[in-house]
């Protein structure tokens, strides 16, 4: 095990990258991943009214009883059409 620099957080030796902030070992600074696709900047269209969804959030969806909470739980970005209140959810990336 070796400690992070920058959360002080235990890593497994064989890991390049702190999973906790992301802190790169072999680049010495904090890394963004996946930097070419935000959170919310997808550009999605209504199927229906073919304008422009907007981004409202990241929502949790929990399935199971209370000890497979954990275990059993999906995110996903919520997109709403602000014409006729479409809903489209999508698998963050």
């Known amino acids: 095990m070796k400690t992070c620099p920058n959360c002080q957080s235990e890593v497994e030796s064989n890991f390049n990258l702190c999973w906790k902030c ?3 070992f072999t680049e010495n600074e904090v890394v963004e991943i996946f930097e070419e696709q935000k959170k919310g900047s997808r550009e999605i269209d ?3 009214c073919r304008i422009p ?3 409202t959030g990241n929502y949790d969806f929990y399935e199971g009883g209370l000890i497979q909470i954990i275990q059993n739980r999906e995110s996903f970005d ?3 059409c602000p014409k006729c209140g479409k809903v489209e959810f999508f698998s963050p990336m």
Do not use: A, E, Q, T
Request: charged share 15%; with cysteine.
């Open 46 to 48: 209504c199927l229906r």
């Open 78 to 80: 919520l997109y709403l």
């Open 22 to 24: 992301n802190y790169s």
């Open 53 to 55: 969804m907007k981004f």
